[in-house]
């Protein structure tokens, strides 16, 4: 089993910065991805941003390209997001997610999730 705890949500003005930070514990060894998806009401889950393990490779979801940052602890089993330029449509629970096989780059990819963390983002 793995455990995902999340942090660092919360409020900020359109064009602030938030970052979100993600541990994972337990079975750790045979994980090879982790990544950030977000929901917000009313809408299904999304795909924010993954990082393959190993390699470092980083993905991103077009909305999100060139103001979040997707980063690894590895020491510290620790994945971070870094949101830059935050606009209001940013506004969402973020969840944390563990891919045993590689960069969670859809819903289906997630082996283990987060609580969620919210983040809201005022015009």
């Known amino acids: 089993q793995v455990q995902v705890v999340e942090s660092g949500g919360g409020s900020v003005q359109a064009g602030g910065p938030l970052r979100l930070s993600c541990t994972a514990s337990?079975?750790?060894?045979?994980?090879?991805?982790m990544g950030w998806f977000r929901q917000a009401p009313g809408k299904p889950r999304e795909f924010v941003a993954a990082i393959k393990w190993s390699s470092g490779l980083t993905y991103y979801a077009d909305p999100v390209k060139g103001r979040f940052t997707i980063s690894r602890d590895k020491a510290k089993n620790t994945v971070f997001l870094q949101m830059n330029s935050l606009k209001p449509e940013d506004t969402a629970v973020y969840y944390c997610?563990?891919?045993?096989?590689?960069?969670?780059?859809?819903?289906?990819?997630?082996?283990?999730w987060g609580q969620g963390t919210q983040v809201t983002v005022s015009s």
């Open positions: 997610a563990v891919d045993l096989r590689g960069p969670p780059l859809k819903y289906s990819d997630v082996d283990y």
């Open positions: 337990g079975r750790t060894f045979s994980r090879d991805g």
